[in-house]
């Protein structure tokens, strides 16, 4: 009951960030988006180093390792990393999408409607972060060190934190660009149903390869560190209030590592 609830938080925090589309008459002012794009980097930063890497790595050792043997506990953490940076940059590579607030797809050339291309430019993003959610509640069933049932949670929650801004940046562009409230609600809301479904798949799937299980963690850090290098910090730098973005990656990354910390 504790994992699915663990695995069902992200998607209530994306639900109530694309509520605000019944809110707000206009658009989301440009300083607060550019606040929580920022909040939400520094929240995927912090979890992917605090819950992630670092498991990763006390996985291997989790007790101080000789010197001739600290290379080998970072070896897992190191590929797992690049596998999921690179597993993201294949997804990004071959699958249409549409970034809000472009006119220019990526990806493979398509027919697809705009928003669709919308919706998969979501789905791409909250990929990793369902991924992430699904391997520390696994880490956690199978005693990995560093990964408690709490830490596990900690993570729930705080990538549910960071899915209410952008449930709203998602649903607030979709009402401004003519649909209804509750067509932008339902598109805002199911954007963030991938990460239930991603994060049990993670489960099932570490709970038969339990040996690989410091390379998933690690997998899942890649990823995010993907979205957050490749999407998100572009687009809170660009144009004006940048500053706002920083501000927002600091309180984001600081609340995700207190409540690791605390939690964990």
Request: charged fraction near 10%; charge should be negative; glycine fraction near 10%.
């Amino acid at each position: 009951m504790t994992l699915l609830i663990g695995l069902v938080i992200p998607l209530l925090g994306t639900m109530l960030g694309a509520a605000f589309v019944f809110l707000m008459k206009d658009e989301m002012p440009l300083r607060l988006q550019k606040t929580l794009l920022g909040f939400a980097s520094g929240v995927m930063v912090a979890a992917s180093v605090w819950s992630l890497l670092i498991p990763s790595m006390e996985m291997v050792n989790p007790s101080q390792p000789p010197r001739g043997e600290a290379f080998l506990s970072v070896v897992p953490a190191a590929v797992g990393f690049l596998l999921g940076m690179g597993f993201l940059l294949m997804i990004d590579e071959l699958t249409p999408h549409l970034h809000i607030g472009t006119d220019k797809p990526e990806g493979v050339r398509s027919h697809l409607s705009k928003t669709t291309m919308l919706a998969l430019a979501v789905t791409i993003h909250n990929l990793p972060e369902g991924m992430a959610v699904g391997v520390v509640f696994a880490g956690s069933e199978n005693g990995a060190a560093g990964l408690s049932l709490a830490s596990a949670l900690a993570v729930s929650i705080g990538i549910a934190i960071q899915n209410v801004p952008e449930g709203a940046i998602i649903s607030m562009p979709m009402r401004a660009a003519g649909n209804s409230k509750w067509k932008s609600f339902v598109i805002g809301s199911l954007s963030g149903a991938v990460e239930p479904l991603g994060g049990l798949a993670v489960v099932l799937l570490a709970s038969l390869m339990t040996p690989i299980l410091p390379y998933m963690l690690a997998f899942a850090a890649g990823a995010m560190f993907y979205v957050v290098v490749e999407e998100l910090i572009p687009e809170a730098n660009e144009g004006e209030h940048s500053n706002l973005s920083t501000v927002g990656f600091a309180i984001g990354f600081v609340l995700m590592m207190v409540l690791d910390v605390v939690m964990g």
